[in-house]
């Protein structure tokens, strides 16, 4: 049930990123609504780069697990670490103007002046059929018991399920950073 979550969650990211996609105007792909913020390239082209960081310490972290004794429990439980990561994973909420649990992107995961479309979208949702590739892979297995180190922050351990929740959150928060850059843009 967990996993298939994940990947209602996946399918969702991608029925939005499409519709965003034949929303966005070849002349605002790459526009910044204002120095502050990302255009719609450099949202998706982060979430590029953070998947590949992720997707393969899952990967790894899944080749460990088949080693395991498979689950055998109802749930995964997951890390302390991982759940809070998880939780605070999500779009960025915004009172008043304020945003609350905005974070400041470690350098190199902060997207390069090569936003080509084509090659950014393209890379987009095969990392989004890798992600699908490993939830596929994770069934069965006691992902909860094997960990990954953060790829953002060195020594800072969460289990492999985490890792699947956590990517897939942090694509639909720089989804809807995406969705909001492109709204400011027409406004």
Known sequence: MQLHRIQCCIGEVRSRFTALDGRVSEANWARRPDAASWSVAECIAHLNLTSAAMTSAIRAALDEAKRLPPM?????RGTLVGRML????GPVKQIAGFKLGKVRTPPPFVPGAELAREDVRRKFLAWLEEEEALVRAARGLAIDAVRVESPF??????DAYSALRIVVLHEKRHLVQAERAHAALRA
Do not use: D, L, Q
């Open 72 to 76: 055998s429990r109802a749930r995964y």
């Open 86 to 89: 998880a939780a605070t994973m």
């Open 153 to 158: 922050k060195a020594g800072v351990f969460y």
